[in-house]
């Protein structure tokens, strides 16, 4: 047994066997062991009752209360034959011996509170840790995923604006690096005339395991297998790949890698593979993350080289007429001209594809029969800036009316063609971007339901924190406060520690409370947006000391639910760069209710910045706040203006349509 093992049981034993001898010794033939003068003004025996405590007390510390009634049992045993047979005074004997007990027992129920205190108060405090970590889980769960939600809308902007071919390789690597959080991004684009893998982008890795992995043949390896299966593949651990054998993958020490292809309507172009140096899982989420970006990527490489590739045409159509029409006949994209008045003259082939129409049947009718009101105005307007030779942004989305009656969403590029100097007729040159339109909008849906789906997180996160966690940890604090208040002898250390623990509850929940109202303001819902500002107005007054004003302009009323929502974290991200870097005294938020619009503005006079380039660069330098806020504005069909100079201030602006 156990307890026959532990030193203190037999040190215990020795006592009772030390006391017992004292108790017995003349019956036992020892006499004048201690004199008159040791008794303490007791009786010899008395005293020797008395010792009988040490025994009893020291279980009672050692085994608790149980391993104290034991021992006090033992003691009985012993002290009640001499107390019933051989004292002269039986009666004071026993009185002594159930005092002793007596004693003894009441010490160890002491001993035993105390235990049963102290177990009170430990078990608080791992409640309090384990409260302290869920909220901890839960907030690095919220900045995870505003962060992805962040670099997706990131990766949405330049999508959409981003027709440089080199620029976009090296932005989409390092955006799906950040996106996956990983320590190596490679991007292959197959070379259509050697059927091989070229590496166009890379992060992560060296200059020499670039060229290593660099031409790798369709089929060769892992890289080689997606680009001719179609299919994500995920390496677990690369040592154990007989595919992944080179040197290269050794001194780079990767250990897993997740490769997707690129594909771009169901035609491989190319790989993305992302890797780490330590272990990690990929997920189903992360592998159908990557490959919906990837899509997306192999979309926007398409336009971009598509945009490449009219580039290089107009640049040649300059070069020779004979060029010229051997490129028109046989262009992939639509190619056709017409005279002032919109009759066309010539047409390729792959305006027949475009429009239905044959390329006799083109050549005899005028741009207007495809034309809905809508793009003859657009046409005009742009005839209009030719003439006058004004800049015009090319390619421009134009739509056309197609034989069947459907509607084709074009990238057009068009020029004035002059002769003897003189203007004679308009050339476009078109591709049909209905189908990257249509991915496009899915990708902003898909963003749409992400936005949606964090907020919805948030909201049942925030409730969690209100009517769980921070019930919990209310609770905990009564708790703490009626246990020093019921028990009113409790020594001061211990006094102080509770009454310690019990601001340290006090506190984490005014955090709880306060990363609650973060999360998603309870007011937003219940009351609006104005109502949520005001509440916004006020926290930037009380925690930073900020001077801050709320004006509202026409006839308040309340908004869509989701407008609101967008619209507040336009707002809120907005003073949160305020706090974080404005360095400003002031701020003015300014709301105009308008005629089938609102208008919003967060002005500030801080420190201001220099702001370079347009908003869609916004993503590549570093700022994703403000591109998340533009994106949101976006989603909403609305538009961000940011207006701002060092030492000047800052101001954003918010237009969306209701």
């Given at each position: ?18 006391c ?8 036992i ?49 012993v ?63 919220a ?39 990983v ?12 059927q ?22 369709i ?38 890698q ?19 140096r ?10 159908h ?37 051997r ?25 027949e ?8 049947e ?25 003439f ?14 197609k ?25 476009h ?11 496009q909008?899915n ?62 509850i ?29 509440w ?11 001077e ?111």
């Amino acid at each position: 047994m156990k307890i026959v093992r532990n030193p203190h049981f037999w040190l215990i034993l020795i006592l009772l066997g030390i006391c017992s001898i004292l108790h017995y010794t003349e019956q036992i033939g020892i006499t004048g062991t201690l004199p008159p003068s040791f008794h303490f003004g007791l009786s010899r025996h008395a005293l020797d009752r008395i010792l009988f405590l040490l025994p009893i007390i020291y279980s009672g510390f050692v085994f608790g209360l149980v391993g104290g009634l034991a021992t006090c049992f033992a003691a009985l045993l012993v002290m009640l034959p001499r107390a019933i047979l051989i004292s002269p005074v039986p009666l004071d004997a026993l009185l002594e011996t159930s005092s002793i007990l007596v004693i003894g027992t009441l010490v160890c129920l002491w001993v035993w509170t105390r235990a049963k205190e102290g177990a009170k108060t430990q078990a608080a405090l791992a409640e309090l840790q384990s409260a302290h970590k869920i909220l901890q889980h839960w907030a690095q769960l919220a900045r995870s995923d505003e962060r992805r939600l962040n670099i997706l809308n990131a990766i949405s902007s330049m999508l959409c604006g981003s027709l440089e071919l080199e620029g976009l390789f090296r932005k989409s690597t390092h955006m799906v690096s950040e996106l996956m959080e990983v320590e190596v991004t490679l991007m292959f684009y197959i070379d259509e005339e050697t059927q091989e893998l070229r590496l166009v982008a890379y992060e992560g890795v060296s200059d020499e395991f670039a060229r290593a992995v660099d031409r790798i043949k369709i089929g060769e390896g892992i890289y080689g297998e997606v680009a001719k299966t179609g299919q994500p593949m995920v390496v677990e651990d690369v040592s154990h790949d007989s595919r992944l054998t080179r040197p290269e993958f050794q001194k780079m020490q990767i250990r897993v890698q997740l490769v997707v292809p690129l594909l771009f309507r169901q035609h491989v172009s190319g790989t993305i593979c992302v890797a780490m140096r330590r272990p990690r899982q990929f997920t189903s989420d992360d592998i159908h993350l990557l490959t919906a970006v990837s899509t997306q990527i192999a979309t926007a490489i398409e336009s971009a080289r598509l945009y490449e590739k009219e580039r290089l045409v107009a640049q040649k159509l300059a070069v020779s007429e004979r060029n010229y029409r051997r490129l028109f006949e046989n262009a992939s994209d639509a190619i056709w001209t017409h005279d002032l008045v919109g009759n066309i003259i010539a047409a390729n082939k792959a305006s027949e594809e475009l429009t239905g129409y044959s390329v006799e049947e083109l050549t005899k009718m005028n741009a207007r029969d495809f034309l809905s009101d809508e793009s003859l105005a657009l046409a005009g307007h742009l005839r209009r800036k030719l003439f006058q030779k004004e800049t015009v942004e090319q390619p421009y989305e134009q739509r056309l009316i197609k034989k069947d009656g459907t509607e084709a969403i074009l990238m057009v590029a068009t020029s004035l063609v002059t002769e003897n100097g003189k203007p004679s007729g308009f050339q476009h040159i078109a591709r049909d971007v209905t189908k990257e339109r249509w991915m496009q909008d899915n990708l902003r849906h898909y963003l749409q339901q992400i936005t949606r789906a964090q907020e919805e997180e948030r909201k049942r996160i925030a409730r969690d924190l209100h009517d769980d966690t921070a019930q919990a940890l209310y609770a905990l604090t009564r708790r703490v406060d009626n246990f020093v208040r019921s028990n009113s002898n409790l020594p001061v250390d211990n006094a102080a520690f509770l009454k310690d623990l019990g601001e340290q509850i006090s506190k984490v929940l005014q955090g709880v409370r306060r990363f609650s109202q973060d999360l998603r303001p309870s007011i937003l819902d219940d009351l609006g947006l104005l109502a949520t500002l005001r509440w916004l107005v006020g926290e930037l007054k009380e925690r930073c000391g900020i001077e801050a004003e709320l004006r509202v302009l026409g006839v308040e009323r309340r908004l869509a639910p989701h407008v609101e929502l967008m619209l507040f974290r336009i707002v809120q991200e907005a003073l949160r760069n305020i706090e974080r870097h404005a360095e400003a005294s002031r701020v003015k938020i300014e709301t105009n209710f308008g005629e089938g619009e609102i208008r919003v503005s967060v002005s500030d006079n801080g420190k201001g910045f220099k702001l370079s380039g347009d908003l869609g660069d916004l993503p590549r330098i570093g700022r994703l706040g403000l591109a998340g806020m533009e994106e949101r504005a976006r989603l909403l069909g609305g538009r961000l203006r940011i207006q701002t100079e060092p030492d000047k201030g800052t101001t954003v602006m918010i237009e969306v349509p209701i």
